[in-house]
């Protein structure tokens, strides 16, 4: 009758443990997934130990390879800032050989020098704005930002290009909605997906709108042009990726530029085709 009880206590102890040890790990891996695990020391030889053993490998080598590709990126973003300015120097000298020029005969030419200059310094302003948020140096200053506001600064700083291409903007009015963004950022990254609109859509309306439900707000733009072509979608919004029918002398940039400062403050971007025809952006701005 006692080694009945002894033994059921001995099952019981040996339960309590391995419920402890499960536990411990459990917080283990909490710890580690805030980035802030402990070092793993051995609590003694037991069926979890080849488990706890092996966790701790594993989470020490994720981390090893974090502090690699931290430092992989912090390299690539130095790298790319030292390339906008080495681009500088050369830009400056170019276009002030450009302003002496005679004009005449060299009209034609100095014009060219100049469209690609404006070029290479739209890349380099480009560049140094990728370095920033690679580095994580680019300070976003989230406030309350309202959207129709928002969207009639981004379309002022385009009155030139839509002009050029014929292009007219559609902005309703449709209340006050706010969102919490940086209002200059925000709109550099509206001003691309615009003029992204206005590039495959001479002589038609890019249009706009937005809306708002408790979980986020909405923001649409949208184009009457062809729409995207259907291999272009999945990659839209990479890093210097230009699709089948992208503008010539474009250099991939922009919309990448965007979604990066649309994540970064709480929002998500897509873009699709719509049924009737066009292209459009979807732009959410989450509130939690």
Request: aromatic content about 6%; overall charge negative.
């Amino acid at each position: 009758m006692s080694g009945e009880k002894t033994g059921k206590g001995g099952f019981f102890r040996r339960k309590k443990r391995m419920a402890q040890r499960l536990q411990a790990l459990t917080e283990y891996l909490e710890q580690a997934n805030m980035g802030n695990a402990p070092v793993l020391s051995a609590l003694g030889e037991d069926e979890l130990s080849k488990l706890e053993d092996q966790i701790y490998k594993t989470v020490t080598y994720l981390y090893q390879t974090k502090e690699e590709a931290v430092r992989a990126k912090d390299e690539f973003a130095r790298n790319l800032s030292n390339i906008a300015h080495q681009i500088r120097t050369p830009v400056t000298a170019i276009s002030l050989c450009a302003q002496t020029m005679d004009g005449g005969a060299q009209r034609e030419t100095q014009e060219q020098i100049l469209r690609q200059i404006t070029r290479l310094t739209h890349l380099e302003e480009a560049l140094l704005l990728l370095a920033r948020l690679d580095a994580g140096t680019l300070v976003l200053r989230r406030e309350e930002t309202d959207v129709y506001t928002l969207l009639m600064l981004a379309a002022d700083n385009l009155l030139e290009i839509f002009g050029q291409s014929g292009v007219s903007l559609d902005i309703p009015a449709l209340g006050e909605m706010r969102v919490e963004a940086d209002l200059d950022w925000t709109m550099e990254a509206v001003m691309n997906l615009m003029k992204n609109c206005a590039e495959h859509n001479a002589g038609g309306c890019v249009h706009c709108s937005y809306g708002q439900n408790p979980l986020y707000t909405e923001i649409l733009i949208w184009d009457e042009g062809a729409g995207f072509e259907k291999e272009d979608l999945p990659r839209l919004f990479e890093r210097f990726y230009r699709g089948r029918h992208a503008e010539k002398g474009g250099i991939g940039i922009g919309l990448s530029l965007a979604k990066e400062l649309i994540v970064r403050q709480n929002g998500t971007i897509r873009a699709k085709n719509l049924p009737e025809g066009g292209a459009c952006f979807v732009i959410r701005f989450y509130r939690h």
